[in-house]
């Protein structure tokens, strides 16, 4: 009897761990184009020296991308899944890991990233600091990077979201990809089909 209640208490210990899948289609964009020194630009000086993006950033941000014509943007379609690894019971973070079809080359697997759990789900932020070299791009400096995947407990649905403005460090014009990633759909509990 002793040992029967030293397991069920030994498993209570480390929680329920959860995998959840979740399959996203969407679009990425990707421009070449520069912007006129504007005041939205000096958004964007704003957004790439804050060290934590704020909502007023993230706007200016917006902002700044409707200075391009829709035809400046070339647009593919993405399909995205992620894989996460959560404590149902406690809704805490364990894992997350994804794959892009087609992959967008500029995603860097080593930006720094950080977990926050709110009331309906979690996100996991990935971001690099402005002027910092690209790992995969030695040639390109981040003017901004951040990358957004989210799941929502109650509606059973993820979201992955993200802007990677690169900056040549050669300083040539129209060689400094933008690039803009959203995707939605919907999330379950990864099950084994075969």
């Given at each position: 009897?002793?040992?029967?209640?030293?397991?069920?208490?030994?498993?209570?210990?480390?929680?329920?761990?959860?995998?959840?899948?979740?399959?996203?289609?969407?679009?990425?964009?990707?421009t070449y184009?520069?912007?006129?020194?504007?005041?939205?630009?000096?958004?964007?000086?704003?957004?790439?020296?804050?060290?934590?993006?704020?909502?007023?950033?993230?706007?200016?941000?917006?902002?700044?991308?409707?200075?391009?014509?829709?035809?400046?943007?070339?647009?593919?379609?993405?399909?995205?899944?992620?894989?996460?690894?959560?404590?149902?019971?406690?809704?805490t973070f364990?894992?997350?890991?994804?794959?892009?079809?087609?992959?967008?080359?500029?995603?860097?697997?080593?930006?720094?990233?950080?977990?926050?759990?709110?009331?309906?789900?979690?996100?996991?932020?990935?971001?690099?600091?402005?002027?910092?070299?690209?790992?995969?791009?030695?040639?390109?400096?981040?003017?901004?990077?951040?990358?957004?995947?989210?799941?929502?407990?109650?509606?059973?649905?993820?979201?992955?979201?993200?802007?990677?403005?690169?900056?040549?460090?050669?300083?040539?014009?129209?060689?400094?990809?933008?690039?803009?990633?959203?995707?939605?759909?919907?999330?379950?509990?990864?099950?084994?089909?075969?």
């Amino acid at each position: 009897m002793r040992y029967l209640l030293l397991i069920l208490f030994s498993f209570s210990i480390y929680g329920e761990t959860s995998k959840v899948l979740c399959e996203l289609d969407g679009t990425y964009s990707v421009t070449y184009k520069d912007i006129k020194k504007t005041y939205l630009s000096e958004g964007i000086e704003l957004f790439k020296n804050l060290a934590r993006q704020t909502q007023q950033s993230l706007f200016l941000l917006q902002r700044a991308k409707t200075n391009f014509a829709e035809e400046d943007w070339q647009k593919d379609k993405i399909y995205i899944v992620q894989y996460w690894e959560v404590d149902s019971e406690k809704e805490t973070f364990k894992s997350l890991t994804h794959t892009l079809e087609p992959s967008p080359i500029w995603i860097n697997p080593d930006a720094e990233w950080e977990a926050t759990k709110s009331k309906t789900g979690i996100t996991v932020e990935h971001s690099m600091r402005s002027g910092e070299t690209h790992s995969i791009f030695p040639d390109y400096e981040v003017g901004a990077y951040r990358i957004s995947n989210t799941f929502n407990w109650y509606t059973g649905k993820g979201q992955m979201s993200g802007d990677i403005w690169l900056n040549k460090k050669d300083g040539s014009k129209n060689k400094n990809p933008k690039i803009e990633i959203f995707a939605s759909g919907k999330c379950e509990s990864q099950k084994k089909k075969f």
